[in-house]
Structures are given as structure tokens and as C-alpha cells.
């Protein structure tokens, strides 16, 4: 049962009135659907957060929260030829095999553009089982799309946080 609801400022203070004394268990939540639900003090649950003591007329300082954006799966279904795909999902490990490792033994090659480069190095590329100096395109970005060879239908699925906003220098 919902006992109250306070809006942030552009500071991140917030205010809830009309609270009697009791305890309380506290939802952060972005009204926007950015940025993942969360509850007092760091939890994912309701039935995990910590009751927070609330007296009638009073402050009760600290209690804050830092939301992030809400992990996702996405899945790419890839077909038994060339593809051009992009992740437009930060990862934590951006590492190229490990990016493509649910597609493993399905891919030939990936060859990646960027025209940031110098001419000679703008082509960079990816294969599976060549030593890695020979590899060039080593991690994944949400900046860069990239040419994938699969040797087989498949399904790449990649795990990470939802990419808001890229920003290119010209």
C-alpha cells in the first residue's frame, strides 16, 4: 500500500509529506522508464529493502539512491551470410569473441569500418580462430557497426545496459 509520493528536484531532494510515525520501505523509480526501479537501501525487491524510521514533523536525512539503467538481453536471429549488426547495448566485457560467444563456431569473420583511422588502419577485423595479432577489431562498441560472416543460421544474443545516448566528435 502506497503511504505517500515525493517527485525529485533538479538536485535530487525529495520530500514525502504527510507520513505519520511508522516504518517505512522506500521505491525509487524513474517515471520515464530509463533507468531501473529500486528500493531503499540498494535492492531490486520490495521485500528486501530496509524499513526506514519515520517521525511525524521531522527530517530523516541519507536516505538516497543512485538508480541505473536496468540490465537487458537482446537477440539478433543472423542469417547463413553476411550480416550487419550493431550493439546498441553498453557491455561489460567488450572484448569481440566474448561479445560473439553465443554465436561461437557459427561465424567465419567480422570486419568493422572506422573512418577515424588512418587509411591504411580504418578496416579492422575479427576471425575466431586466427592468432590475436592478427586480430585488429579487439572490442565491441555502441559506436561501430560491423560486417559478420555466418557460416550458419543463429541466434547472437547479447547481454548490457540500454545505450541512451552516443555522442560522435566530428
Known amino acids: 500500500e502506497q503511504a505517500g509520493l515525493g517527485e525529485s528536484d533538479a538536485n535530487g531532494d525529495y520530500q514525502i509529506v504527510g507520513l505519520n510515525t511508522s516504518y517505512y520501505r522506500l521505491e525509487f523509480s524513474d517515471s520515464r522508464g530509463f533507468f531501473a526501479t529500486e528500493y531503499y537501501d540498494d535492492q531490486s525487491l520490495i521485500e528486501d529493502a530496509?524499513?526506514?524510521?519515520?517521525?511525524?514533523?521531522?527530517?530523516?536525512?541519507?536516505?538516497?539512491?543512485?538508480?541505473?539503467a536496468p540490465v537487458?538481453?537482446?537477440?539478433?536471429?543472423?542469417?547463413a551470410d553476411w550480416n550487419l549488426i550493431s550493439f546498441p547495448l553498453h557491455m561489460s566485457d567488450t572484448e569481440t569473441g566474448s561479445a560473439l560467444s553465443s554465436i561461437d563456431g557459427s561465424y567465419d569473420v567480422v570486419w568493422a569500418?572506422?573512418?577515424?583511422?588512418?587509411?591504411?588502419?580504418?578496416?579492422?577485423?575479427?576471425?575466431?580462430?586466427?592468432?590475436?595479432i592478427v586480430n585488429t577489431f579487439q572490442n565491441v562498441d555502441v559506436e561501430h557497426g560491423m560486417w559478420l560472416l555466418a557460416t550458419s543460421p543463429a541466434t547472437l544474443s547479447i547481454t548490457g545496459t540500454q545505450a541512451f545516448r552516443t555522442t560522435f566528435d566530428l
Not at 530496509?50 to 541505473?68: E, H, N
Not at 537487458?72 to 542469417?79: D, H, S
Request: aromatic share 8%; hydrophobic share 40%; net charge negative.
Open 113 to 132: 569500418f572506422d573512418g577515424c583511422d588512418q587509411p591504411a588502419e580504418q578496416w579492422k577485423v575479427f576471425d575466431p580462430i586466427a592468432p590475436p
Open 72 to 79: 537487458v538481453t537482446q537477440t539478433y536471429p543472423l542469417v
Open 50 to 68: 530496509a524499513d526506514i524510521a519515520v517521525s511525524l514533523g521531522a527530517d530523516t536525512p541519507g536516505i538516497d539512491a543512485s538508480l541505473s
